[in-house]
């Protein structure tokens, strides 16, 4: 299958339930225009989804306290149903 078939923003329109993107603004693997390319298409065909910009991190970003603890909170209220607790603070072990 060509990727053009395959690729994100192909899919858009195809969305149910919800989505969050999440997207390190120095990503040196993924621009971020390609993440906005994406959400131009979700746009386009007028679904809904939350997006997360994080500042000054990286493509591996997915260990950061914040991004943990944003997806965590996503996956309680959208898969569990139930409301997240807010406000807490996920710390890094000491050294990190």
Not at 25 to 44: F, P, W
Not at 54 to 75: E, K, L, Q, S, T
Not at 83 to 93: C, F, H, T
Request: hydrophobic share 45%; with cysteine; proline share 5%.
């Amino acid at each position: 299958m060509p990727y053009a078939a395959q690729a994100n923003q192909a899919l858009a329109a195809s969305l149910k339930g919800k989505l969050l993107l999440i997207h390190g603004d120095m990503d040196e693997n993924v621009h971020v225009s390609s993440t906005l390319v994406v959400v131009d298409a979700l746009i386009k065909a007028n679904k809904d989804f939350d997006l997360l910009i994080m500042p000054n991190r990286f493509h591996a970003c997915g260990n950061d306290p914040y991004f943990v603890r944003r997806r965590w909170d996503y996956f309680v209220e959208h898969l569990l149903g139930a409301e997240p607790v807010r406000g807490y603070r996920i710390s890094l072990a000491p050294g990190e």
